[in-house]
């Protein structure tokens, strides 16, 4: 397609490359900025900038922060001895959200997926096991249900269990708010699995 | 066309926000790739039961002139839950679905090979004991499903009898089968067999019950050999097919382990 600016093209082609976002959406939001004030675009392209600068990985739980290290992590708050390992930053924010979980967190940076050939040298692992030093007395391995979720858990369990502290998983099953009679066939199984007694 | 088939999910792949594109290994249509919209959702039903190694049945709507079908519906026949509670029961079951994927082109009917892949996966999924003997029962079918069924009870030359392993003294892959010490001595491209390894491959080719590999117990240096010489054996025919990639990941991670793929194949 031939586009009448080549300003406007090249704009379109790299919103295009965005999760999510296709050629229409990113023609769109390319038109949208196009109408806005100069300030407002200068300030957003700023930002995205920002973005690449500032952030860096903590060099205690792997998370992004732009202190280092991390706010968690250098919270006196939270409680040291509990280690909530996850995936990827994304989780650490949802959890943040359920204002639940005072402990401090450990992003691993991915799952094992052995399908895809990533194995624990992909892994912030080393940094994990280097954080057990006798403070930790707990980890949860809060690790996404899918197969390559369950490779990491088994890994990391092999791998925790001996070095003396508890390690726990999250709990499946059905979500709050939905109904037994729609749930899949895999979820009921594991949710039967994991009942707990009254 | 609407399709309903029994399939195995041998891999999948998150595609866009929400979507995931996987690959099923199916009764009617063999190996074909699906598209399933919206499966990473927490609202959607396809996700949970669209794991790698799941049994399913699955709805799709077919059209000969595109890639990815669409996929409607997935459920869930039986869990095989086993497989993702251990890690030597899931390498297992991670490496034949990968070499399913490896060796079967697309869209080609091989209900056997299905049958043969659910019940490797359901014995590895139960295995109390020697999981990792149901991955060599499978390669040895796999291979007599191919049609290279390897010949572990005559030598390949001269067509003498070797029922007793004793008598075997060598491998040749191209030839897929096993050489007497006659044709071992002037043969070229031979490799060395032992005879505990020999015999352990003339047993595998034998049985046809699962169940009864997980009862035989391999030191690790037999392992060793039986694994490398089934897969020399179908890295010799089938062509594109070197290493798994989950094999090398499963390698890692049991190097402490006693398992069969705990750097006993040497690929």
Same mark, same amino acid.
């Given at each position: 397609?031939?586009?009448?600016?080549?300003?406007?093209?090249?704009?379109?082609?790299?919103?295009?490359?965005?999760?999510?976002?296709?050629?229409?959406?990113?023609?769109?939001?390319?038109?949208?900025?196009?109408?806005?004030?100069?300030?407002?675009?200068?300030?957003?392209?700023?930002?995205?900038?920002?973005?690449?600068?500032?952030?860096?990985?903590?060099?205690?739980?792997?998370?992004?922060?732009?202190?280092?290290?991390?706010?968690?992590?250098?919270?006196?708050?939270?409680?040291?001895?509990?280690?909530?390992?996850?995936?990827?930053?994304?989780?650490?924010?949802?959890?943040?959200?359920?204002?639940?979980?005072?402990?401090?967190?450990?992003?691993?940076?991915?799952?094992?997926?052995?399908?895809?050939?990533?194995?624990?040298?992909?892994?912030?692992?080393?940094?994990?096991?280097?954080?057990?030093?006798?403070?930790?007395?707990?980890?949860?391995?809060?690790?996404?249900?899918?197969?390559?979720?369950?490779?990491?858990?088994?890994?990391?369990?092999?791998?925790?269990?001996?070095?003396?502290?508890?390690?726990?998983?999250?709990?499946?099953?059905?979500?709050?708010?939905?109904?037994?009679?729609?749930?899949?066939?895999?979820?009921?199984?594991?949710?039967?699995?994991?009942?707990?007694?009254? | 066309?609407?399709?309903?088939?029994?399939?195995?999910?041998?891999?999948?792949?998150?595609?866009?926000?929400?979507?995931?594109?996987?690959?099923?290994?199916?009764?009617?249509?063999?190996?074909?790739?699906?598209?399933? +919209? &919206?499966?990473? /959702?927490?609202?959607? $039903?396809?996700?949970?039961?669209?794991?790698?190694?799941?049994? #399913?049945? %699955? @709805?799709?709507?077919?059209?000969?002139?595109?890639?990815?079908?669409?996929?409607?519906?997935?459920?869930?026949?039986?869990?095989? +839950? &086993?497989?993702? /509670?251990?890690?030597? $029961?899931?390498?297992?079951?991670?490496?034949?679905?990968?070499? #399913?994927? %490896? @060796?079967?082109?697309?869209?080609?009917?091989?209900?056997?090979?299905?049958?043969?892949?659910?019940?490797?996966?359901?014995?590895?999924?139960?295995?109390?004991?020697?999981?990792?003997?149901?991955?060599?029962?499978?390669?040895?079918?796999?291979?007599?499903?191919?049609?290279?069924?390897?010949?572990?009870?005559?030598?390949?030359?001269?067509?003498?009898?070797?029922?007793?392993?004793?008598?075997?003294?060598?491998?040749?892959?191209?030839?897929?089968?096993?050489?007497?010490?006659?044709?071992?001595?002037?043969?070229?491209?031979?490799?060395?067999?032992?005879?505990?390894?020999?015999?352990?491959?003339?047993?595998?080719?034998?049985?046809?019950?699962?169940?009864?590999?997980?009862?035989?117990?391999?030191?690790?240096?037999?392992?060793?050999?039986?694994?490398?010489?089934?897969?020399?054996?179908?890295?010799?025919?089938?062509?594109?097919?070197?290493?798994?990639?989950?094999?090398?990941?499963?390698?890692?991670?049991?190097?402490?382990?006693?398992?069969?793929?705990?750097?006993?194949?040497?690929?």
């Amino acid at each position: 397609m031939l586009y009448t600016s080549e300003a406007l093209q090249q704009l379109i082609e790299e919103f295009s490359k965005l999760p999510g976002i296709g050629r229409k959406s990113a023609q769109r939001l390319a038109l949208y900025l196009l109408k806005q004030q100069r300030e407002d675009v200068v300030r957003m392209a700023k930002a995205m900038v920002n973005l690449k600068d500032k952030i860096r990985p903590c060099s205690v739980c792997c998370n992004i922060t732009e202190e280092d290290p991390c706010a968690i992590c250098s919270s006196a708050k939270r409680d040291r001895s509990i280690l909530c390992v996850v995936e990827e930053p994304n989780d650490v924010i949802a959890l943040e959200k359920t204002n639940e979980f005072r402990g401090l967190y450990h992003v691993l940076g991915g799952s094992l997926s052995p399908l895809e050939g990533i194995g624990p040298d992909d892994l912030k692992v080393k940094e994990l096991l280097l954080r057990i030093d006798g403070t930790v007395v707990e980890v949860i391995l809060a690790m996404n249900p899918n197969v390559e979720g369950e490779a990491t858990t088994i890994y990391l369990t092999r791998l925790l269990k001996p070095l003396g502290v508890a390690v726990s998983r999250l709990a499946r099953g059905i979500p709050v708010g939905g109904d037994l009679e729609f749930a899949d066939e895999a979820t009921l199984t594991r949710a039967l699995e994991g009942r707990i007694s009254l | 066309m609407i399709v309903t088939t029994e399939a195995v999910v041998l891999r999948t792949l998150k595609y866009g926000e929400t979507s995931l594109i996987a690959t099923l290994f199916t009764r009617v249509a063999g190996k074909i790739g699906v598209i399933a +919209k &919206g499966a990473r /959702d927490r609202k959607s $039903r396809l996700g949970p039961s669209l794991q790698p190694m799941n049994h #399913v049945t %699955a @709805v799709y709507y077919y059209k000969q002139t595109r890639e990815l079908q669409l996929l409607s519906q997935c459920d869930l026949v039986r869990s095989l +839950k &086993g497989l993702t /509670d251990d890690v030597e $029961r899931m390498a297992v079951g991670m490496a034949a679905v990968e070499l #399913v994927d %490896a @060796v079967t082109p697309a869209e080609e009917e091989n209900a056997p090979l299905l049958d043969l892949l659910l019940s490797t996966l359901a014995t590895a999924a139960r295995a109390t004991r020697n999981p990792g003997n149901t991955l060599y029962y499978f390669e040895t079918r796999l291979l007599e499903n191919l049609g290279f069924s390897p010949g572990f009870h005559r030598c390949s030359h001269c067509g003498a009898s070797l029922e007793d392993a004793a008598s075997i003294h060598g491998l040749h892959v191209s030839q897929h089968g096993v050489v007497c010490a006659k044709c071992a001595r002037r043969g070229m491209g031979i490799e060395p067999l032992s005879a505990p390894a020999a015999k352990i491959l003339q047993r595998l080719q034998e049985i046809r019950d699962p169940e009864a590999v997980t009862r035989m117990t391999l030191s690790p240096q037999v392992k060793g050999e039986v694994a490398g010489v089934l897969r020399r054996l179908l890295v010799g025919h089938v062509e594109g097919l070197r290493t798994l990639r989950s094999e090398a990941v499963f390698s890692s991670l049991l190097q402490s382990g006693s398992g069969p793929l705990a750097g006993d194949i040497q690929l």
